[in-house]
């Protein structure tokens, strides 16, 4: 179908963003049989508004089409789909707060606003008009003919309308946003008015080289309890995790080498030792019968050949072989099969689908009419070139529609149909023509040719490097080895262990129940690990032995702790913020020592401290001083009196004491209008995430995922 088919064939359409770069918001699980009576179809609740199964599995079923439509993997998708289920639904009740309604009639005179159809000219005709009939007629049909199609459109459907909303909620309260006279009088006399001063600092990093400070725990905790929204968490989990990767050992290597070898001038125990590599007379079936990789018997240029062999192949003659050799974990030999020149094509086309056709999606003629028409069209573009553009609105090939047709340059080994590559290499510049293929019937004209560069057909024969039995075993005995040593024992223990036996070590101390992956390991097994760590059951302190399907990789991890929603554990976080306490610790022995001495100058203070007197000019709106950003200090420049020393100034990277010399005025270009309105601009830009951050930080949002998931064993 011509229009909706641009869903499928833009990937990063398929869901975008709800506006402006939502924020990620936190969710609070809570006890299923408190909220809702251990009912397995509501998964949480935004504001006492229901969040479904239904619409959980929806709303993933898009984000998975969308990345296996970008070739990315279709796992561990589960917690981006639902974090953007939450946006939704905060989006949609600020949207019916302003008294507005997704209606049918609303969704269908808003659709053309929304960047899935504003940023394509398909949706729109010659004139500039948006063809709303004509795709809510291929809706209808979809819905008569294509009940699968039709569903995906629904679920694509709610999508949209939350952009919608999304959309009409920000044009509505940024709308709000001014900027005042009196206030824009002020930040201009703030932007112009400069002070210079004396100062001297105290820098954290030096201090702390002569002074040791140990954050406590309760440091930390104190920390957070300041500051409770930047730290308000979800469930998480502390786990150690202690890889074994199965990986080849040296005699494994050397065994995979002597089998090449063997296969490439020995023989083959099949032929009993007469046929080999270098003599087969069929070189397709002798890599189809010994090689770890299939034949393939397509011509490529030089550099898709291994870097091995790409300097060599040019001058190489054809029945010649290069190896064995070793690309990363693979043994390769190769025989060069041929070599030809390909030509390069420069073509456009325009598709008359058929019904049942894999491109007649929403197309009722038959392939009769189909023929008709194509023909009907070829003869009047052959005749007259020009006119090709003037039917590329009946291509059912949307994507080289709106690039007039054209399928750019390509080669024999570009991977089009037998037919269409048989076109093209069998016709001459300007030639225009009719061909058949699965997808319907091609008006095809070439535009241009021209020669190109050697390819080659190279079979290589390769055996991977891989792990025995016996290695597989050792490998298998030294992971059971270490979780007997740690079962019981400290985390430190089981940290320590593992890096006397110089095992691989990680250690996600956040993660997620749905994160879909561990930090620092990122294998099939990580799901499982975390469904383990989160079981009711699990206890501080518990250890699991995991095997990797397919590869024989062990894993052991190591339950470190348990964080439940609410304010975060401190432990969990010490990496994040100890620094940022350590340095309030400095700050606040600095600035005790400062009044203990009872200072009265900097050169006092510079002296108590072994460090030197400086001057710089500062600015309110532009806090820069001594090279770092400070605006305690600048504000604290325009707050003392001239000549007077100011108290002690916790900065970002230094306590600071100054003394304010003199105030100065530099009036700079632009008038009054000109500021008002780049600093409504700036705040309208500004405000979008304020509001986002401030509706997240407000949100009564309830996830019962953990529950409903411990309670049924599955997440289907």
């Given at each position: 179908?011509?229009?909706?088919?641009?869903?499928?064939?833009?990937?990063?359409?398929?869901?975008?963003?709800?506006?402006?770069?939502?924020?990620?918001?936190?969710?609070?699980?809570?006890?299923?049989?408190?909220?809702?009576?251990?009912?397995?179809?509501?998964?949480?609740?935004?504001?006492?508004?229901?969040?479904?199964?239904?619409?959980?599995?929806?709303?993933?079923?898009?984000?998975q089409?969308?990345?296996?439509?970008?070739?990315?993997?279709?796992?561990?998708?589960?917690?981006?789909?639902?974090?953007?289920?939450?946006?939704?639904?905060?989006?949609?009740?600020?949207?019916?707060?302003?008294?507005?309604?997704?209606?049918?009639?609303?969704?269908?005179?808003?659709?053309q606003?929304?960047?899935?159809?504003?940023?394509?000219?398909?949706?729109?005709?010659?004139?500039?008009?948006?063809?709303?009939?004509?795709?809510?007629?291929?809706?209808?049909?979809?819905?008569?003919?294509?009940?699968?199609?039709?569903?995906?459109?629904?679920?694509?459907?709610?999508?949209?309308?939350?952009?919608?909303?999304?959309?009409?909620?920000?044009a509505n309260?940024?709308?709000?946003?001014t900027?005042?006279?009196?206030?824009?009088?002020?930040?201009?006399?703030?932007?112009?008015?400069?002070?210079?001063?004396?100062?001297?600092?105290?820098?954290?990093?030096?201090?702390?080289?002569?002074?040791?400070i140990?954050?406590?725990?309760?440091?930390?905790?104190?920390?957070?309890?300041?500051?409770?929204?930047?730290?308000?968490t979800?469930?998480?989990?502390?786990?150690?995790?202690?890889?074994?990767?199965?990986?080849?050992?040296?005699?494994?290597?050397?065994?995979?080498?002597?089998?090449?070898?063997?296969?490439?001038?020995?023989?083959?125990?099949?032929?009993?030792?007469?046929?080999?590599?270098?003599?087969?007379?069929?070189?397709?079936m002798?890599?189809?019968?010994?090689?770890?990789?299939?034949?393939?018997?397509?011509?490529?240029?030089?550099?898709q050949?291994?870097?091995?062999?790409?300097?060599?192949?040019?001058?190489?003659?054809?029945?010649?072989?290069?190896?064995?050799?070793?690309?990363?974990?693979?043994?390769?030999?190769?025989?060069?099969?041929?070599?030809?020149?390909?030509?390069?094509?420069?073509?456009?086309?325009?598709?008359?689908?058929?019904?049942?056709?894999?491109?007649?999606?929403g197309?009722?003629?038959?392939?009769?009419?189909?023929?008709?028409?194509?023909?009907?069209?070829?003869?009047?573009?052959?005749?007259?070139?020009?006119?090709?553009?003037?039917?590329?609105?009946?291509?059912?090939?949307?994507?080289?529609?709106?690039?007039?047709?054209?399928?750019?340059?390509?080669?024999?080994?570009?991977?089009?149909?037998?037919?269409?590559?048989?076109?093209?290499?069998?016709n001459?510049?300007?030639?225009?023509?009719?061909?058949?293929?699965?997808?319907?019937?091609?008006?095809?004209?070439?535009?241009?040719?021209?020669?190109?560069?050697?390819?080659?057909?190279?079979?290589?024969?390769?055996?991977?490097?891989?792990?025995?039995?016996?290695?597989?075993?050792?490998?298998?005995?030294?992971?059971?080895?270490f979780?007997?040593?740690?079962?019981?024992?400290?985390?430190?223990?089981?940290?320590?262990?593992?890096?006397?036996?110089?095992?691989?070590?990680?250690?996600?101390?956040?993660?997620?129940?749905?994160?879909?992956?561990?930090?620092?390991?990122?294998?099939?097994?990580?799901?499982?690990?975390?469904?383990?760590?989160?079981?009711?059951?699990?206890?501080?302190?518990?250890?699991?032995?995991?095997?990797?399907?397919?590869?024989?990789?062990?894993?052991?991890?190591?339950?470190?702790?348990?964080?439940?929603?609410?304010?975060?554990?401190?432990?969990?976080?010490?990496?994040?913020?100890?620094?940022?306490?350590?340095?309030?610790?400095?700050?606040?022995?600095?600035?005790?020592?400062?009044?203990?001495?009872?200072?009265?100058?900097?050169?006092?203070?510079?002296?108590?401290?072994?460090?030197?007197?400086?001057n710089?000019?500062?600015?309110?709106?532009?806090?820069?001083?001594?090279?770092?950003?400070?605006?305690?200090?600048?504000?604290?420049?325009?707050g003392?009196?001239?000549?007077?020393?100011?108290?002690?100034?916790e900065?970002?990277?230094?306590?600071?004491?100054?003394?304010?010399?003199?105030?100065?005025?530099?009036?700079?270009?632009?008038?009054?209008?000109?500021?008002?309105?780049?600093?409504?601009?700036?705040?309208?830009?500004?405000?979008?995430?304020?509001?986002?951050?401030?509706?997240?930080?407000?949100?009564?949002i309830?996830?019962?995922?953990?529950?409903?998931?411990?309670?049924?064993?599955?997440?289907?």
């Amino acid at each position: 179908m011509a229009i909706l088919g641009q869903i499928r064939n833009r990937p990063w359409l398929l869901m975008g963003v709800i506006a402006l770069a939502l924020l990620a918001f936190l969710v609070n699980p809570d006890s299923i049989d408190k909220v809702f009576g251990k009912n397995p179809d509501v998964l949480g609740k935004v504001n006492g508004e229901k969040i479904t199964r239904e619409e959980f599995y929806d709303q993933l079923f898009v984000i998975q089409q969308q990345a296996e439509q970008q070739g990315q993997p279709k796992t561990g998708l589960e917690e981006q789909a639902w974090q953007l289920l939450v946006q939704s639904k905060l989006i949609k009740q600020q949207f019916e707060k302003l008294g507005f309604e997704m209606t049918d009639d609303y969704f269908w005179n808003q659709i053309q606003y929304d960047q899935m159809f504003a940023q394509s000219k398909q949706f729109y005709d010659e004139k500039g008009n948006f063809k709303t009939q004509e795709i809510k007629k291929q809706v209808e049909d979809l819905k008569q003919q294509n009940p699968e199609g039709y569903s995906q459109w629904v679920k694509n459907r709610k999508s949209i309308e939350y952009r919608l909303m999304a959309r009409q909620v920000f044009a509505n309260l940024s709308a709000g946003v001014t900027t005042g006279k009196k206030e824009a009088e002020e930040l201009m006399r703030q932007r112009d008015q400069l002070a210079d001063i004396d100062f001297v600092k105290i820098d954290y990093t030096t201090y702390l080289q002569k002074t040791k400070i140990n954050v406590t725990t309760q440091d930390l905790a104190g920390y957070i309890k300041q500051h409770p929204v930047m730290f308000k968490t979800e469930a998480s989990r502390n786990i150690g995790v202690v890889y074994f990767p199965s990986q080849p050992s040296t005699a494994d290597d050397a065994a995979a080498q002597k089998e090449i070898t063997k296969l490439f001038s020995g023989g083959t125990d099949a032929s009993g030792g007469a046929e080999n590599f270098q003599n087969t007379k069929n070189d397709s079936m002798f890599v189809m019968a010994n090689s770890d990789m299939p034949f393939s018997n397509q011509y490529v240029q030089p550099n898709q050949l291994p870097p091995t062999i790409q300097a060599q192949i040019a001058t190489a003659s054809v029945g010649q072989t290069f190896g064995p050799y070793k690309e990363q974990n693979l043994y390769v030999v190769s025989k060069l099969l041929g070599k030809k020149t390909s030509d390069s094509t420069l073509s456009r086309h325009i598709l008359i689908a058929f019904k049942g056709s894999p491109a007649g999606e929403g197309v009722t003629r038959s392939k009769e009419e189909a023929k008709k028409l194509a023909d009907s069209i070829g003869a009047i573009v052959k005749a007259t070139p020009a006119k090709f553009a003037d039917f590329l609105k009946l291509s059912s090939d949307p994507n080289s529609a709106a690039q007039g047709g054209s399928l750019g340059w390509t080669t024999p080994e570009t991977p089009f149909v037998p037919e269409f590559l048989h076109y093209l290499a069998n016709n001459p510049k300007g030639a225009t023509g009719v061909v058949e293929t699965q997808f319907g019937y091609h008006i095809i004209n070439i535009e241009d040719k021209k020669t190109g560069a050697l390819v080659y057909k190279v079979a290589n024969l390769v055996k991977a490097v891989k792990p025995s039995d016996a290695t597989e075993s050792e490998i298998d005995k030294k992971a059971r080895k270490f979780i007997q040593q740690v079962q019981g024992k400290s985390f430190n223990d089981f940290v320590n262990i593992a890096k006397k036996g110089n095992y691989q070590f990680s250690n996600p101390k956040q993660a997620k129940r749905f994160d879909g992956k561990l930090q620092g390991l990122g294998t099939d097994k990580d799901g499982d690990i975390l469904a383990w760590a989160f079981d009711k059951k699990r206890s501080k302190g518990d250890t699991e032995f995991f095997t990797v399907d397919g590869k024989g990789d062990k894993i052991v991890v190591y339950l470190n702790g348990k964080q439940e929603e609410g304010l975060a554990d401190p432990e969990s976080v010490r990496d994040q913020i100890e620094v940022i306490v350590k340095n309030k610790l400095a700050a606040k022995q600095i600035s005790d020592k400062i009044t203990a001495a009872k200072a009265s100058g900097l050169d006092q203070i510079a002296k108590l401290f072994a460090t030197t007197k400086q001057n710089a000019q500062v600015n309110i709106l532009n806090p820069s001083v001594a090279g770092a950003m400070e605006p305690k200090v600048a504000g604290a420049a325009f707050g003392v009196a001239k000549g007077k020393l100011s108290n002690p100034i916790e900065g970002g990277t230094a306590v600071y004491v100054l003394i304010k010399k003199n105030e100065t005025t530099n009036k700079q270009p632009g008038d009054l209008k000109q500021f008002t309105e780049s600093i409504t601009q700036r705040n309208t830009g500004m405000f979008g995430q304020a509001w986002l951050k401030s509706l997240q930080d407000n949100a009564d949002i309830k996830d019962f995922r953990i529950e409903i998931w411990n309670k049924t064993g599955s997440q289907q």
